[in-house]
């Protein structure tokens, strides 16, 4: 299941990234940008969900990636988790994030660095 749900909201991490941007709402990714935000997306919906042990799956995962022109990027993905996770903090989550597209804004806004 936790397979699945990272596959899901990796993917949908990339198809929203291409919807925003065809909206005049979001960047034009290039390729690593978009793996980055895909994975950003997907981490954030397992902060969301309080799915700590999973969100780190996904980091550790990504540290396990062989370099290439696109994978992998840990240190801002660990980075964007963490300013994601103080963040939301002090906030109720569910005010905070209403929808996938919520999930977008944040991967996109909350800063890696």
């Not at 919906?45 to 290439?68: I, P, Q, Y």
């Not at 994978?71 to 963040?87: A, C, S, V």
């Not at 994030?97 to 806004?109: E, H, I, N, P």
Request: include cysteine.
């Amino acid at each position: 299941q936790e397979i699945v749900y990272y596959l899901a909201s990796h993917e949908f991490g990339h198809c929203i990234a291409f919807h925003q941007a065809q909206l005049g709402n979001g960047p034009i990714l290039n390729p690593k940008e978009h793996e980055l935000m895909a994975d950003k997306v997907s981490v954030a919906f397992f902060d969301v969900n309080v799915k700590d042990t999973s969100a780190e799956r996904v980091l550790k995962f990504n540290r396990t990636l062989v370099e290439d022109k696109r994978h992998p990027h840990p240190d801002k993905l660990l980075r964007g988790h963490e300013n994601l996770k103080t963040h939301l903090s002090d906030k109720e989550v569910r005010a905070e994030v209403k929808s996938m597209a919520d999930l977008y804004r944040f991967a996109l806004t909350i800063p890696p660095t």
